[in-house]
């Protein structure tokens, strides 16, 4: 197994191509996934864009490590190797991780050229940064590689050595859904949803607040550069978003 430091994946005598572990990968996206998350419903209900800013540099800079130099030396994917050390390795083909993590670079390069260096907020980021979660997601929860079945489409040679097996599996062989099955999730998702509306329905009203007058006080001048920063763009009232805007561009 060769140990270069400017290698994408690792040479075993048993495989042809190169080949990543599996395991760290689904363990490194859901980190990934995980603190994106967290940023991304920060920035959403607080209008806080700080946490998000500064995971866009490190996911940037995970990501140019793991394409321009190693994968075995980015800081996420080192965390992921770590959390699943006990567990049996299991080898994917690494051609077809590269284009993907191609993508997921590119992702954060837009992020960074966007919300980092020029500040933008609108609907733009939150395109960008939902098919970025969709990707850690799909990778983490399911094992589907969205970026690896793109893949295909622009390499004669097919991507090898995919997780559960798919790239070797004919397509008509996969367990399908039962039509007990179906109704099972089917009676699942309307029970759900009587559950959901009757939770509403007997919610306790809360009592409104009597709030004591504000005192009165000079009404400050108007500065129309800052009437016009603050005018809500359409795609915002379009969507229902005009108060939150408001909110994380700092207008009243």
């Known amino acids: 197994m060769s140990e270069s430091i400017f290698q994408f994946g690792e040479m075993r005598p048993e495989y042809q191509i190169p080949v990543l572990n599996e395991r ?5 996206a859901g980190v990934l996934f995980f603190l994106g998350l967290i940023c991304f419903m920060n920035a959403w ?21 793991r394409i321009f130099v190693n994968p075995r030396f980015a800081p996420i ?6 959390m699943v050390r006990k567990q049996q390795d ?12 191609a993508i997921g670079f590119v992702l954060a390069a837009t ?34 590689c969205i970026g690896c079945k793109i893949y295909n489409f622009f390499n004669k040679e097919k991507a090898q050595l995919c997780p559960g097996g798919v790239c070797e599996m004919p397509a008509d062989q996969g367990v399908s859904v039962t039509v007990a099955q179906a109704a099972v999730l089917i009676a699942f998702a309307a029970a ?6 009757w939770v509403y329905s007997t919610a306790p009203k809360r009592a ?18 800052e009437v016009e920063r603050c005018k809500v ?20």
């Open 111 to 144: 992020m960074f050229y966007l919300v980092v260096l020029n500040n933008v907020i609108g609907p733009i980021n939150l395109i960008v940064c939902s098919m970025c979660l969709t990707l850690l997601f799909f990778e983490t929860a399911f094992g589907i």
């Open 192 to 197: 759900t949803g009587a559950i959901a509306q």
């Open 45 to 65: 209900l607080t209008g806080n864009f700080q946490p998000t800013r500064v995971f866009v540099v490190s996911f940037l800079i995970d990501f140019s490590i």
């Open 90 to 101: 299991e080898w994917s083909g690494a051609p077809q991780k590269r284009f993907a993590w």
């Open 233 to 252: 763009p359409d795609f915002a009232k379009a969507i229902g978003h005009e108060e939150m805007w408001k909110l994380h561009n700092n207008c009243k």
């Open 208 to 225: 409104a607040k009597l709030e004591a007058p504000a005192p009165l006080q000079s009404a400050a001048p108007i500065d129309p550069a």
């Open 24 to 28: 760290a990968v689904r363990a490194a």
């Open 77 to 82: 994917m080192i965390l992921g190797q770590w």
